[in-house]
Nanobody, 123 residues
Framework: EAQLVESGGGLVQAGGSLRLSCAASGFAVDYWGIGWFRQAPGKSREGIAC????????DYLDSVRGRFIISTDSAKNTLYLQMNNLKPEDTAVYYCASALMPRACVVDEYDYWGQGTQVTVSS
């Protein structure tokens, strides 16, 4: 069974950077759909960056495009999210998730989830 473990969250000032990691097991990150989601207090979980399983194209939420970069390391079977120019509105619990053939970067299309890591951006 697929398992995912996130790390790398923390407290950072606005304008700063963080890199999240998601160690995967039970599947290969280069062959499944895989992505990052976040859930802010009082809000629904949303997809922010995903890699499609077929042509390996990427999808980004408009509010993070140009600031966040999703990538994988096949040797380590790990997913990353490089987050730059962080803003207070990026504060949320960040989750990685995977699915064999997700059709979109949305919660309902993903089957396996990590436990989440907290990112807090101070102003």
């Amino acid at each position: 069974e697929a398992q995912l473990v996130e790390s790398g969250g923390g407290l950072v000032q606005a304008g700063g950077s963080l890199r999240l990691s998601c160690a995967a097991s039970g599947f290969a990150v280069d062959y499944w759909g895989i992505g990052w989601f976040r859930q802010a207090p009082g809000k629904s979980r949303e997809g922010i960056a995903c890699i499609r399983n077929n042509e390996r194209g990427t999808d980004y939420l408009d509010s993070v495009r140009g600031r966040f970069i999703i990538s994988t390391d096949s040797a380590k079977n790990t997913l990353y999210l490089q987050m730059n120019n962080l803003k207070p509105e990026d504060t949320a619990v960040y989750y990685c998730a995977s699915a064999l053939m997700p059709r979109a970067c949305v919660v309902d299309e993903y089957d396996y989830w990590g436990q989440g890591t907290q990112v807090t951006v101070s102003s």
